[in-house]
């Protein structure tokens, strides 16, 4: 399962410098004073309202490294080398510094494996997570944050990125060894069947690479997660497991659009949501903003958002020890109302961008995928009149690369209109529960459209919705948004045939991808 180089046994000492946290504790008790013997008091566990997924959960929290000088960090050893921490934050029974006592609540909980980011600056930051780590804490799971010092201050490979994968790996197993030893604080507390995989920037590739073999898992927390492809790991579809991912419209670190091809590699259930305004070092609590960076919302907010997209993910994904539904959660990933909350609860001024795929019930139209511009997925023919269509559009449509990166995320491309692009559907039979999805985003440069009417060609009749109209809160933008279009907002009563789908573009230029009718729950 594992694989160790020589090179990770040298850059072990690489590095040195320190970030620790800083956490405000509540009470009069010195963290290092805690002790982490078992006893039989009990803090409440009060949760906010369901849904609220960005305030804390119902568990108090305490972690392994309260305090630089009081650290009790698990170790691991890979190869001849001991002394690699894992710092752990977990669900307490209590709150520490109030009783004193930081043992483990009661119960099983699942396990999020994090890997952080590089910096070419400070490289020890694998601690400096300690808000979003108490935040998932909170709603039950156990986080092992694993210290990829060795491997920051260093340039971008395929090896670096391997090995950040092998540790998180390697993490994972001491968890679980943990939890069978009668003397750790960790003894029986592990659900040894749920695992996400959790990481910002590298450690979100590094994420997707673990969650690729390890058989079971859960899903995959991808928080301005690297490529893989631009990483030399190829563009093949990734195996089914569900995928948050979080980038953020500000980023210097992956400018635009470097990450965003990864979405067209997930094979299972994703959320992929834009943090506009946001930047990379955000995510992080300790991690030093670059230079160059010019944020447009404030680190609590990029905070906030973050918490409540990761938190509805992990609710949906693994489920929590509380009576919400799950209907909440998948209102969040897999609606408009994830956006819709973010700015009805003014947690940004600027809002966000999401869009998602799940696992319901569907019928795939096209794809885009530039392969054939004449047919869609269901074999029927296409066309177009007064407008320009170009099928084989990419994230780079002025270049239009087919191969590396760019070359894995084609989409329709509809421009100088007045026009209308048609795809016939071949009498496709659709319930009145479904609703017509796709992603659109304007181009990076030009004039975006004001509209795209979306006409849906009955036995009988033809009816048409305007799909800007249900993208979400925000105008059209160059980030992609998703569009869902409930068949009942055409006017559809029934289960209807459909003949044929049609784009009607007045003007300007906009980007389709992934046409499709979906059930809705």
């Not at 930051?125 to 260093?154: M, P, Q, R």
């Not at 490979?157 to 069978?180: C, F, M, P, Y």
């Not at 695992?195 to 928080?223: K, M, Y």
């Not at 994904?317 to 003014?346: C, F, H, I, M």
Request: charged letters at 20%; hydrophobic letters at 35%.
């Amino acid at each position: 399962m594992r694989r160790y180089s020589i090179l990770f046994l040298l850059l072990l000492s690489a590095c040195s410098d320190d970030v620790t946290p800083e956490h405000e504790y509540v009470g009069d008790v010195d963290p290092c004073e805690v002790t982490l013997e078992a006893n039989d008091d009990v803090t409440e566990i009060s949760w906010p309202a369901a849904g609220e997924y960005e305030k804390p959960g119902g568990y108090k929290t305490w972690n392994t490294a309260p305090k630089s000088e009081c650290r009790n960090n698990p170790k691991i050893s890979i190869g001849d080398h001991a002394g690699i921490e894992l710092y752990v934050t977990y669900p307490s029974a209590t709150i520490p510094t109030v009783s004193g006592n930081g043992k483990v609540a009661d119960g099983k909980f699942p396990v999020i494996v994090f890997a952080h980011a590089n910096n070419d600056r400070v490289c020890n930051i694998f601690e400096g997570y300690f808000s979003l780590h108490d935040h998932w804490a909170s709603y039950g799971f156990v986080v092992v944050a694993v210290d990829g010092t060795a491997t920051n201050c260093k340039p971008g490979t395929k090896e670096n990125l391997q090995i950040r994968s092998d540790v998180q790996i390697a993490g994972l197993e001491e968890i679980h060894r943990l939890n069978d030893d009668p003397e750790s604080i960790f003894y029986q507390k592990i659900d040894l069947e749920k695992t996400i995989f959790a990481g910002h920037s590298r450690g979100g590739g590094s994420s997707l690479l673990s969650a690729s073999i390890t058989p079971g898992v859960s899903g995959v927390i991808d928080l301005q997660g690297v490529d893989l492809t631009a990483f030399g790991f190829g563009a093949s579809v990734l195996p089914d497991f569900p995928v948050i991912g979080i980038t953020a419209g500000n980023d210097v670190d992956l400018d635009y659009p470097h990450c965003e091809p990864t979405e067209d590699m997930l094979g299972g259930e994703y959320t992929w949501v834009n943090l506009n305004g946001g930047i990379h070092a955000y995510t992080a609590d300790k991690d030093p903003i670059e230079p160059d960076d010019k944020p447009d919302i404030s680190q609590d907010e990029q905070h906030e958002i973050t918490e409540f997209y990761t938190a509805a993910f992990l609710h949906h994904a693994v489920g929590l020890n509380n009576d919400w539904g799950d209907q909440a959660a998948q209102d969040v990933l897999y609606s408009p109302a994830g956006a819709e909350t973010v700015k009805a609860r003014e947690m940004s001024k600027l809002g966000v961008y999401a869009r998602w795929r799940n696992s319901n019930e569907k019928i795939m139209v096209d794809t885009f995928d530039g392969k054939d511009s004449t047919t869609n997925l269901l074999g029927e023919a296409t066309e177009f009149s007064g407008i320009q269509a170009i099928e084989s559009a990419t994230y780079r449509p002025d270049t239009n690369p087919t191969t590396g990166m760019y070359g894995k995320s084609f989409s329709l491309r509809l421009m100088d209109g007045p026009g209308v692009y048609k795809t016939a559907l071949a009498d496709v039979s659709v319930p009145v529960t479904w609703a017509l999805e796709a992603r659109v985003k304007g181009p990076d440069t030009g004039v975006t459209a004001g509209t795209l009417m979306v006409l849906l060609e009955l036995e009988d009749r033809t009816v048409e919705a305007d799909a800007l109209a249900f993208g979400g809160p925000l105008s059209l933008s160059n980030r992609f948004t998703q569009v869902q279009i409930p068949l009942t907002d055409f006017g559809i009563s029934d289960t209807s045939v459909i003949k044929s789908v049609s784009l009607k573009l007045a003007d300007g230029e906009i980007f389709v991808d992934d046409l499709r009718f979906t059930a809705l729950d």
